[in-house]
Structure formats: C-alpha cells, structure tokens
C-alpha cells in the first residue's frame, strides 16, 4: 500500500524540502512557513497519537478560521483520522446532531464557542477529550496541550483512500447528511485545478470562505499543494479583505455572492491588481463588473459540490458566459434521464459524475449512498444541459431534491417547514426560493394559520432562527387561507411557485 499511497502529509514534506522558508499561511499577521507548518503538525498529530487517536477516529472542532484550525487540519491528516468540522452558523441543536452523527473522540472548541461544546458534553458518550482554543474555560483543557503534551508521530499505515473529512450538507429530509471524502479524492480532484490555474509556489490565496466548507478547504488545500501561501481570514470583512488582497498580493480567491461585489466596492483604484483567478458562484453584472475594472484577471466559473470533491468543471466566465464550464480533469460528467441513459447535447436532465474525485458516501447512511452511486454513477440531483462545445448549463434543483442556495450556502425546503411546523400557530407551510439582487435566492415562507390563531412574519421568522441556523431562516413569510393540492392530496410546489415565486 505505502508504494503508491500518497497523501496530504508528503504534500507538507515536500514544501518543508522545497520551499522551507517561503510562507505556508498568515493569520492576523502571523505567519507560519512550510518548514514551521510540518513541525507544528507533526507535534500537534503526535499529541493527539498520545491521546489515543488512531486512524478513522473523528476529530471535530466547531470554529471560525484560526491557525489553530488550519493546524488540526494538517494534524489529522498525518493521522489518517478523520476531520469533523462543525459549521459554527447552525443552531445548538444543529450542532449537537452534527457532532453526534460524526461521534469524534476529540472535540475541540474555538475562542467563541466553549459554552456551545461543554453544553453538549453529557450528549456525546463517544468524546473523550475536550479542548478549547483561546481563553480558558473550566470545561475544557487548552488546545495548546495538545502540541506541548509531546508524543512521538506514529507511523501506523493508512490508505489515502480512507476516509479524511467528513463535511456535512444540506439536508435534503429535515436532516443533515454527512459526506466522506478521502485525501486521495481531494489531492486528485485537487491537481486538475492546480493546473487549470497554472498554480505555483510564488501563489497566494485568500481564506475568506469558511473551512468548515468544501470551498473554502478546498482552495486552501489546492493552493497548498501547489507550494503556494493562504492568507486565512476568521470572518469576511470586505475593505480588509481588499487591504489583505493589495499587501499580500492575492493571485487566487474562491467567492460567494455578495463578497465579490462587496470588496469592489470598498478596494480603492487598482487595490486589486494581483487577482488573476477568482471563482465561485456570482451574479453576472458583478463578474463583468469585475473583469472591466481588472482586465488581466479572469473570473472562473464552476459546478461542484462536497460529494464531487469541490469543482466539477471550470472554464473562464468569458469563454462562454453564464455556462458552468466544461468537465475538469479526473471527472467523467453526463446528463441523464430518469433510467441513468445519458442525453444528447441540449437536452436537459440530472448532472451525473464519476471518477476518483467522487466521494466516498453519506457517513452512516448506506441507503441514501445506494441510491446516490446507482449505476455506477453519482447522481448529483441537479438539473443541467451539456451544449455542443461540452460546457455545462446549470438548471436548478430535480423537484424531489429542491434547494435554495442562499449567499453560497444550501438550504433545503424541508428542513425550514420542519421548524415553522413547530409554531403553534402553524397549520401548514411551504417553503420556496425567490430571486434575490444580493444573495442569488432568499427563502420565503407561504404558511396557513390554524383557525382563530393569529401571529406575525416577524415572530415566525425569529421562531424559526431558534431552532435552525439564522441563515436558513425565511426572509419573507406570507399568509394564505389554503395551499394548492395535487389530485393525489399533496401540497402541489409548482403552483405554491408560480403564485409566489417573487419576492
């Protein structure tokens, strides 16, 4: 197995050879080099090796971007242990069943969040060790322990092809499905964008996505594996992220709608001179917007998702503008109709893919990996058309798996109904994406009252925000007497769309 496995840990190796005094990643003005990197990691994983971590144990850590983080990342992947992070914008009980799904025997909490992971201590009979970033707080030891704790790296054999992280998606039945990717899936999926991209170890990106999400982890590892440097940011902020674009000389950066448009706004005359590559999903007036102002630069356009590794296909905006681009390397991509027979070009039907970037199934739920794999083929349960020239229109959500993407993050129907249910006043409710200017699709909520009860779209939207992730809570919620049902008794959605469909 060692003969031809490969993974993240000869990534670091060969920087520390390579490049060892070239930086690796800056945080809040700290800055760690390759070389610094793989000592830091190798002490850390041994640390965790004493506390009994072994390969395809789960680590978690709920936390905004930190060095701390970057460092655990790189840690359990010299373990062959497997990455749980927590999206810190769920709810309480959002992050209790994320964590309970993954069972880790290590939790570590970041500076901000030690009262959320002792609360749930009692609830995760897996967790042996907790650890807290920061301040000290009488549940938790400190996560600097760990490195200072000692512990030789033990070299126990692994295959790049187990599991490495765990990255929790949108949930398409009122729950959240973990998928597994491995390093191998990554490190390949990985080295067709570090070519697309030309990457190099003179690259650096800037860290504004959360590493919680598969954009945001993937375009840092990505640029790692090239030798390059990550500036890594604990939250978006527009005018420091232009100030950090025009001091560190930002070549890369991945993107959600607004932040684009936001740093455009804020950068002053040439601040952002050093972008050569920025993608990520954008309106198409702040794209042109952004390649006028910065001709030399390129805005790329993309598919993906967490179960494909991250990209999918990617091709300049400019080559065909509002495509999703064309299939990367390393990915064999089609359009299907309902028996999984692929459909000519121009025809619409489900996004389908195969190949070593595929990822490795839904953590614990081997029905719903059944049915996603069927035929050989991951069935993304997006819409699309590949044209002529084999760039990929994307066309929105398969009915049965509807979603609303929401400033780049997915927010499935659902799971949002499933929470204003809750409200007493509630009889029924559906739940729907409308356009919106500044994040792609708000989530509008069309409820019936239960006879004689009365409430307001103010108290259903602050109810849902405590129970959900204030993210996925509705931005606009209406009243009606009755919604529309098919024939067969169930709520008909297409109809719910067509008569509120706008904001």
Known sequence: MALRNYTFGDVYRRNAECFPDRTAFIFEGKRVTHLDYLQRVERLAGGLARLGVTPGDRVA???????????????????????????????????????????????????????????????LPSARHYFGVGAAHPGLLPFSQVSESGGDLPHAPFDADAGF???????????????????????????????????????????????????????????????????????FDAGQAARDIAAEKITVMSEFAPMLGSILDQAQPGQLSSLRVVTGLDAPATIERFESEYPDARFWATFGQSETSGLATLSPYRDRPKSAGRPLFWRSMAVVDGDDRPKAAGQVGEIVMRGPAVFKGYWNLQAD???????????????????????????????????????????????????IRQHPSIADVVVIGVPDPQWGEAIKAICVLHPSRTTSADEIIDFA?????????????????????????????????AAHGQA
């Not at 059944?370 to 229109?393: E, S």
């Not at 169930?490 to 769309?497: G, H, L, M, Y």
């Open 61 to 123: 850590i709920l936390s905004q971007n930190s060095l701390e983080m970057v460092d655990l990342i790189g840690a359990v992947a010299l373990l062959g242990a497997i990455l749980l992070p927590v999206n810190y914008r769920l709810s309480p009980e959002e992050i209790g069943f994320v964590l309970a799904d993954g069972a880790p025997v290590v939790v570590v909490a970041g500076d901000g969040y030690h009262d959320a992971v002792v609360a749930l201590k009692g609830s």
């Open 165 to 235: 992280v765990i990255i929790h998606t949108a949930a398409v039945g009122g729950r959240a499905r973990g998928a597994l990717l491995s390093q191998a899936g990554l490190l390949t999926a990985q080295s067709s964008v570090v070519q697309a991209w030309q990457l190099d170890e003179r690259d650096v990106s800037l860290g504004v996505l959360p590493l919680f999400h598969v954009a945001g982890l993937g375009l840092m590892l990505t640029v790692q594996q090239a030798g390059g440097a990550s500036v890594i940011a604990a939250k």
């Open 369 to 419: 990996t059944a049915i996603t794999f069927r035929n050989g083929w991951h069935h993304t349960g997006d819409m699309g058309h590949f044209d002529a020239d084999g760039y990929l229109w994307y066309g929105g959500r398969m009915p049965e798996k509807e979603l609303i993407k929401t400033g780049g993050e997915n927010v499935y129907p659902a799971e949002v109904e499933n929470a």
């Open 465 to 497: 925000g405590g129970l959900i992730a204030r993210y996925k809570r509705p931005k606009i919620v209406v009243f009606v007497d009755k919604l529309p049902k098919t024939t067969g008794g169930d709520i008909d959605r297409p109809a719910v769309k």
